[in-house]
């Protein structure tokens, strides 16, 4: 049976959606809808029976998105973009919320790496005779000698690194709840 040219725009405007994806899953996800589409046209559904069903490109598209993140382990910069277009896709959420996590997610997470770094760089600087003034911990009169800075360093860098860890799980569980229930492809 023939796909009508209503359909065919619909999964076209789901591909584009899909972008962010591995093109393998992309297109596994459009074969799907498609198989679909064609299995209720010859159960006597009408293209704008099943076009009504799907619900919009975007909200499909989100749907599978956010169940592609949310089925994903760890972090990769795939993923990154695969939840910047789901917040892009996300409305309002999307635009305040889901930012706001997975930035400060990223940031703490660079951040916390770097905080061990920089207390390498200071002690194998002292090693070498040379002080980092722009490197250390100071509070109030009291300045952290280039031995104490390095475990401390660690110690700090490891807190927020974890802060950024659960800043990126929030990020995914936020995704996976304005996920949930949005993909209509399941029979009734």
Not at 71 to 80: H, I, L, M, Q, S
Not at 135 to 164: D, K, Q, T
């Amino acid at each position: 049976m023939e796909m009508d040219k209503a359909l065919t725009e619909y999964l076209e405007k789901v591909d584009r959606y899909l972008r962010p994806m591995v093109v393998s899953e992309r297109v596994d996800i459009v074969q799907e809808i498609k198989s679909e589409m064609l299995e209720l046209l010859n159960d006597g559904f009408l293209p704008e029976q099943i076009l009504q069903r799907l619900g919009t490109p975007k909200e499909l598209a989100k749907a599978y998105l956010g169940e592609n993140i949310v089925k994903g382990a760890g972090f990769g910069w795939r993923r990154v973009s695969a939840v910047i277009a789901f917040y892009s896709l996300a409305g309002i959420g999307g635009m305040f919320v889901l930012p706001l996590t997975s930035v400060c997610g990223i940031g703490f997470m660079v951040c916390g790496a770097l905080c061990p770094l920089a207390g390498i760089v200071k002690f194998v600087a002292h090693l070498l005779g040379r002080e980092i003034e722009e490197i250390g911990l100071v509070i109030g009169n009291y300045s952290a000698s280039a031995a104490l800075f390095l475990p401390v360093s660690a110690l700090i860098g490891g807190a927020i690194f974890l802060v950024g860890w659960l800043f990126w799980k929030l990020t995914i569980a936020i995704i996976r709840a304005m996920s949930q229930g949005m993909k209509r492809l399941a029979r009734e």
